[in-house]
Nanobody, 123 residues
Framework: QLQLVESGGGLVQAGDSRRLSCAAS????????AGWFRQVPGKARELVAA????????YYTDSVKGRFTISKDNAEKMVYLQMNSLKPEDTAVYYC????????????????WGQGTQVTVSS
């Protein structure tokens, strides 16, 4: 069983940067792909960024391209989401997810989820 714990959320101002971290535990993390999703009340969870098991392949939703960067440290069992030039519309609960192997782009492909961390961007 793989456990995921997010951290790094909080209240920031528009234009600020923030790095979210996701710590994995319970088993080796090397073979797992990961994704960062976000959700606002009343809306479906949205994939923000994803990375394959080796870090050689990434995906970003259009609204964050050029601003967000996903990375993975297999040795430390960590996944990061570096968020730059934050906008009020980035306000959401951010979730880390993981699943074995290749890049995964849909919510139902991920078996393991963290509890979420709130990011609020004030204008």
């Amino acid at each position: 069983q793989l456990q995921l714990v997010e951290s790094g959320g909080g209240l920031v101002q528009a234009g600020d940067s923030r790095r979210l971290s996701c710590a994995a535990s319970g088993r080796t993390f090397t073979g797992y792909a990961a994704g960062w999703f976000r959700q606002v009340p009343g809306k479906a969870r949205e994939l923000v960024a994803a990375i394959n098991w080796s870090g050689s392949s990434t995906y970003y939703t259009d609204s964050v391209k050029g601003r967000f960067t996903i990375s993975k440290d297999n040795a430390e069992k960590m996944v990061y989401l570096q968020m730059n030039s934050l906008k009020p519309e980035d306000t959401a609960v951010y979730y880390c997810a993981a699943e074995v192997g290749r890049l995964r782009l849909t919510e139902n492909e991920y078996h393991y989820w963290g509890q979420g961390t709130q990011v609020t961007v004030s204008s």
